[in-house]
């Protein structure tokens, strides 16, 4: 995957504004995370990746509801 599109998803996960959503980002320690952000704590989903391509695809995914 180009890093310069997972540069852009990344944008576009940290400028949504609302949830229930799913986001993406790297860690402080280079892992990159792919969660779901809900009011209900319950419902809250984190998932840890070494690969920022996996990571991104799989938020991709998860953003089109597949």
Known sequence: M???LIGEWRSYSA????????Y???????SWV???YHQDQSKRV???Y???AIACA???LKEMGA
Do not use: H, L, M
């Not at 400028?15 to 799913?22: E, F, L, Q, T, V």
């Not at 993406?24 to 280079?30: R, S, T, V």
């Open 2 to 4: 180009n890093p310069g």
């Open 15 to 22: 400028d949504k504004r609302y949830s229930p959503a799913w």
């Open 24 to 30: 993406f980002d790297q860690e402080a320690n280079g």
């Open 34 to 36: 792919v969660g779901y």
């Open 46 to 48: 984190e998932r840890i």
């Open 50 to 52: 070494a690969d920022s």
């Open 58 to 60: 799989n938020f991709i």
